[in-house]
């Protein structure tokens, strides 16, 4: 019997990333099996691959196949394979580019060198002092390393290593090697568990999502107001899936809420979690695959790409804070990790479980239809309010004198509230000390030379940064275009408003975070767990502090600028201005003190700032569908961005209007297709970009295009990527 193989190949060349055939050797035939991942040779070298089919023959192919050359120990399970292809066909890439995303990375066992007590007859001279205390420590402790070994008995590692030498050539002590698990860091949390006395809703919404699951398994939306508690139902779902001997999984749109919701989950199923996401190292990264792969772990808990981990008798999927943009990848292929989860809990009869106390449009509109199960939690836990909300109309504060960054009320909350010993969040989702540097005199305003965007000053460093590509200068005392010493920095930024809040409250412990100052591994992590355990008074923060965080003595929350995402070019712009003031403001009030929201804005008229500070949620969803229904927006319609980028503007826009002419002779009746138009940031990295919008109500339509897409580019000076479901058109 002849066995073939279909390898997805993993090469540079975007046309050669298919599936080709491949001859079984003899010796793979009784162990290859779909989803191996195998080495091949292609084009005179040799890459790897994932096995995608097998096929038996009877007789020896007419045409000569060449051979798979090895096959490693890393092998994907057949639902995997699966639903790598129905993302590849959705989203009109290459099969490969789905499957890399489910391997472990290249990374190994990590083993130490681990020396154990053989024989305690034989005598040891009582003038080898550094043996006899080697050898009493391991009789004590047991099988020990050198290192530890070294630390504890506080002898240099050079003597210990000559001790465990001689030990060894005595016959006293053998040494093996072990593997050993690379573990992440799990910051330790409070066990409350014991006294948590759950609600009337948290108790009516575990038993219909229990019902669900042993049922339908219907898709389910949680809508539960901030501190509803509903990380508490999550754990008694898991625990209801985890008795029928199912596994699940669970998705947290930030890194940054990974190790609070891991510890949390950590006391509840101990030994049983595992942990993915980008910061691990790559050994950790291994590790914990093979923990899951293995089914040593039932519960696993990361960011966006833990939808692609090796779970297997997969019972549950629950996305956290579904309405987060965060779950959509922002670089090829532009996977949604909620889509991704809706395919593979179909396909694995698991039940998708998502929650959020602003679900997204989209979501909020199926729930309403009836596509998906409603489960609401309108009430905190423990009888708690949620926080008073007040708009600060920043206009107003400029007419009565006030030109700081921080409203009179706003000062005068944050003195009262460190006054009762309460802590403070201070919200800006924007890094750096100020947004742009101009000239006074002349309008020059500083740019990056390599994007179409203004420098921002970081006042640490004395310098100015582009965010998107990371070209740095020192900050200019005079200005470059006409030498005037009239340079001045506008906006405002984290670090400035850590500056301003010392300049106020000199005696005030402040943190702040942001990707300035938690590119550290293990920092952000740090610098909650201190917040939280008071260290600090005042927790300056971008988005990261936005959201999923329980601080019980906060009291205060002070929304800087409600603006910044308010007038983006972008349909979804309302819908994250009302959904980040909810969640912000839900830091407030957690514990016994009730909580008060400043929300600082220079358009208090906004529908969405009204309807978030009012808890107007169902007049928000209401307003917003009839304008997405009147603009033929989702959920009325799909949408796929096509990106073009390149060095030369002309060649980028030539080769955007022929695509644009090709589409709009196969499709102009059955999508809508708007551009080719320069993207609002225009240039970045020396690129420049323009982009093509494409709406219909048919998916179909869509697919299509995206697969026509991957064999119509022929200018290899044009890139050309495109975006399913896009959540940002910038």
């Given at each position: 019997?002849?066995?073939?193989?279909?390898?997805a190949?993993?090469?540079?060349?975007?046309?050669?990333?298919?599936?080709?055939?491949?001859?079984?050797?003899?010796?793979?035939?009784?162990?290859?099996?779909?989803?191996d991942?195998v080495?091949?040779?292609?084009?005179?070298v040799?890459?790897?691959?994932?096995?995608?089919?097998?096929t038996?023959?009877?007789?020896?192919?007419?045409?000569?196949?060449?051979?798979?050359?090895?096959?490693?120990?890393?092998?994907?399970?057949?639902?995997?394979?699966?639903?790598?292809?129905e993302?590849?066909?959705?989203?009109g890439?290459?099969?490969?580019d789905?499957?890399?995303?489910?391997?472990?990375?290249?990374?190994?066992t990590?083993?130490?060198?681990?020396?154990f007590?053989s024989?305690v007859d034989?005598?040891?001279?009582?003038?080898?002092?550094?043996?006899?205390q080697?050898?009493?420590?391991?009789?004590?402790?047991?099988?020990s390393?050198?290192?530890?070994?070294?630390?504890?008995?506080e002898?240099?590692i050079?003597?210990?290593?000559s001790?465990l030498?001689?030990?060894i050539?005595?016959?006293?002590?053998?040494?093996?090697?072990?593997?050993?698990?690379?573990?992440?860091?799990?910051?330790s949390?409070?066990?409350s568990?014991?006294?948590?006395?759950?609600?009337?809703?948290?108790i009516?919404?575990?038993?219909?999502?229990?019902n669900?699951?042993?049922s339908?398994k219907?898709?389910?939306?949680i809508?539960?107001?901030?501190g509803?508690?509903?990380?508490?139902?999550?754990?008694?779902?898991?625990?209801?899936?985890?008795?029928?001997?199912?596994?699940a999984?669970?998705l947290?749109?930030?890194?940054?809420?990974?190790?609070?919701?891991?510890?949390?989950?950590?006391q509840?199923?101990?030994?049983?979690?595992?942990?993915?996401?980008?910061?691990?190292?790559?050994?950790?990264?291994?590790d914990?695959w093979q923990?899951?792969?293995?089914?040593?772990?039932?519960?696993?808990?990361?960011?966006?790409?833990?939808?692609?981990?090796?779970?297997q008798?997969?019972?549950?999927?629950i996305?956290d804070?579904?309405?987060?943009?965060?779950?959509?990848?922002?670089?090829?292929p532009?996977?949604?990790?909620?889509?991704v989860?809706q395919?593979?809990?179909?396909?694995e009869?698991?039940?998708?479980?998502?929650?959020?106390?602003?679900?997204?449009v989209?979501?909020?509109?199926?729930?309403?239809?009836?596509?998906?199960?409603?489960?609401?939690?309108?009430?905190?836990?423990s009888?708690?309010?949620?926080?008073?909300?007040?708009i600060?109309?920043?206009?107003?504060?400029?007419?009565?004198?006030?030109?700081?960054?921080?409203?009179?009320?706003?000062?005068?909350?944050?003195?009262a509230?460190?006054?009762?010993?309460?802590?403070?969040?201070?919200?800006?989702?924007?890094?750096?000390h100020?947004?742009?540097?101009?000239?006074?005199d002349c309008?020059?305003?500083?740019k990056c030379?390599?994007?179409?965007?203004?420098?921002?000053?970081?006042?640490?460093?004395?310098?100015?940064?582009?965010?998107?590509c990371?070209y740095?200068?020192?900050?200019?005392?005079?200005?470059?275009?006409?030498?005037?010493?009239?340079?001045?920095?506008?906006?405002a930024?984290?670090?400035?408003?850590?500056q301003?809040?010392?300049r106020?409250?000199?005696?005030?412990?402040?943190?702040?975070?942001?990707?300035?100052?938690?590119?550290?591994?293990?920092?952000?992590?740090?610098?909650?767990f201190?917040?939280?355990?008071?260290a600090?008074?005042?927790?300056?923060?971008?988005?990261?502090v936005?959201?999923?965080?329980?601080?019980?003595?906060?009291?205060l929350?002070?929304?800087?600028?409600?603006?910044?995402?308010?007038?983006?070019?972008?349909?979804?712009?309302?819908?994250?201005?009302?959904q980040?003031?909810t969640?912000?403001?839900?830091?407030?009030?957690?514990?016994?003190?009730?909580g008060?929201?400043?929300?600082?804005t220079?358009?208090?008229e906004?529908?969405?700032?009204?309807?978030?500070?009012?808890?107007?949620?169902?007049?928000f969803?209401?307003?917003e569908?009839?304008?997405r229904?009147?603009?033929?927006?989702?959920?009325?319609?799909?949408?796929l961005?096509i990106r073009?980028?390149?060095?030369?503007?002309?060649?980028?826009?030539?080769?955007?209007?022929?695509i644009?002419a090709?589409?709009?002779?196969k499709?102009d009746?059955?999508?809508?297709?708007?551009g080719?138009?320069?993207?609002?940031?225009?240039?970045?990295?020396e690129?420049?970009?323009?982009?093509?919008?494409?709406?219909?109500?048919?998916i179909q339509v869509?697919?299509?295009?995206?697969?026509?897409?991957?064999?119509i580019?022929?200018?290899?000076?044009v890139?050309?990527?495109?975006?399913?479901?896009?959540?940002?058109?910038l």
């Amino acid at each position: 019997m002849i066995i073939t193989a279909s390898v997805a190949v993993d090469v540079k060349h975007p046309r050669a990333k298919k599936e080709y055939s491949y001859l079984v050797p003899e010796h793979l035939t009784s162990s290859i099996n779909v989803g191996d991942l195998v080495c091949v040779p292609f084009n005179n070298v040799r890459v790897s691959g994932v096995v995608t089919q097998l096929t038996e023959l009877n007789q020896v192919p007419k045409f000569k196949l060449k051979e798979i050359i090895s096959k490693e120990t890393v092998s994907l399970p057949n639902s995997l394979v699966h639903l790598s292809r129905e993302l590849a066909k959705y989203y009109g890439t290459a099969l490969i580019d789905f499957l890399k995303l489910m391997l472990p990375p290249k990374a190994s066992t990590k083993n130490l060198t681990v020396y154990f007590i053989s024989s305690v007859d034989k005598a040891i001279s009582n003038k080898a002092f550094i043996q006899k205390q080697v050898c009493e420590f391991i009789v004590k402790n047991g099988p020990s390393t050198a290192q530890n070994i070294s630390e504890q008995l506080e002898i240099s590692i050079s003597s210990v290593r000559s001790a465990l030498t001689a030990l060894i050539e005595k016959g006293i002590v053998k040494k093996e090697y072990r593997a050993v698990r690379r573990k992440p860091i799990v910051l330790s949390a409070e066990d409350s568990s014991k006294d948590i006395k759950l609600t009337e809703q948290q108790i009516s919404a575990i038993e219909t999502i229990n019902n669900i699951f042993s049922s339908s398994k219907k898709t389910t939306l949680i809508y539960g107001v901030t501190g509803s508690g509903k990380t508490e139902v999550y754990i008694r779902a898991i625990q209801n899936v985890l008795s029928q001997g199912k596994r699940a999984l669970v998705l947290v749109p930030e890194i940054s809420l990974t190790p609070q919701m891991l510890s949390i989950f950590h006391q509840r199923f101990p030994g049983k979690t595992a942990v993915i996401h980008s910061r691990l190292s790559p050994g950790e990264r291994f590790d914990e695959w093979q923990r899951i792969y293995s089914g040593s772990a039932s519960v696993v808990i990361g960011a966006r790409s833990a939808v692609f981990a090796p779970i297997q008798d997969l019972g549950m999927i629950i996305i956290d804070e579904e309405h987060e943009a965060s779950y959509k990848n922002g670089e090829h292929p532009y996977y949604d990790a909620r889509l991704v989860a809706q395919f593979r809990a179909k396909h694995e009869n698991a039940m998708l479980l998502l929650g959020s106390a602003t679900p997204s449009v989209e979501s909020f509109y199926k729930a309403a239809k009836g596509e998906y199960a409603l489960v609401k939690l309108t009430k905190r836990v423990s009888g708690r309010p949620l926080p008073k909300m007040e708009i600060i109309d920043m206009k107003a504060e400029l007419k009565s004198g006030n030109c700081h960054i921080f409203s009179r009320k706003l000062l005068a909350g944050i003195k009262a509230t460190l006054e009762a010993d309460k802590q403070v969040i201070l919200f800006l989702n924007r890094r750096g000390h100020s947004t742009f540097i101009i000239c006074r005199d002349c309008g020059f305003v500083l740019k990056c030379r390599h994007c179409d965007i203004s420098l921002t000053y970081h006042f640490n460093e004395k310098s100015a940064k582009c965010h998107y590509c990371g070209y740095t200068v020192k900050a200019p005392d005079l200005c470059p275009k006409c030498n005037s010493e009239n340079i001045r920095y506008f906006g405002a930024g984290t670090e400035k408003i850590e500056q301003e809040i010392r300049r106020f409250f000199p005696d005030c412990r402040t943190l702040r975070i942001d990707s300035d100052s938690t590119s550290k591994k293990g920092s952000m992590e740090k610098m909650l767990f201190d917040f939280k355990k008071g260290a600090a008074q005042i927790l300056i923060g971008t988005q990261a502090v936005a959201k999923g965080l329980d601080f019980p003595n906060v009291a205060l929350v002070g929304i800087i600028s409600a603006d910044t995402a308010l007038n983006m070019p972008d349909f979804r712009c309302g819908e994250r201005t009302f959904q980040l003031i909810t969640q912000v403001a839900g830091r407030a009030g957690r514990g016994d003190t009730p909580g008060r929201v400043y929300v600082q804005t220079y358009a208090p008229e906004s529908f969405a700032i009204k309807a978030a500070c009012n808890l107007n949620i169902s007049g928000f969803y209401q307003d917003e569908l009839k304008m997405r229904y009147k603009a033929v927006y989702p959920p009325f319609c799909h949408i796929l961005n096509i990106r073009f980028k390149g060095r030369h503007e002309e060649e980028v826009k030539r080769e955007a209007e022929n695509i644009r002419a090709i589409l709009y002779q196969k499709y102009d009746k059955e999508a809508e297709i708007y551009g080719p138009v320069p993207a609002p940031k225009s240039k970045i990295k020396e690129n420049y970009r323009y982009n093509i919008l494409l709406k219909s109500i048919k998916i179909q339509v869509l697919t299509e295009i995206c697969n026509e897409l991957q064999t119509i580019n022929d200018n290899s000076r044009v890139d050309i990527a495109w975006d399913m479901d896009p959540q940002d058109l910038l």
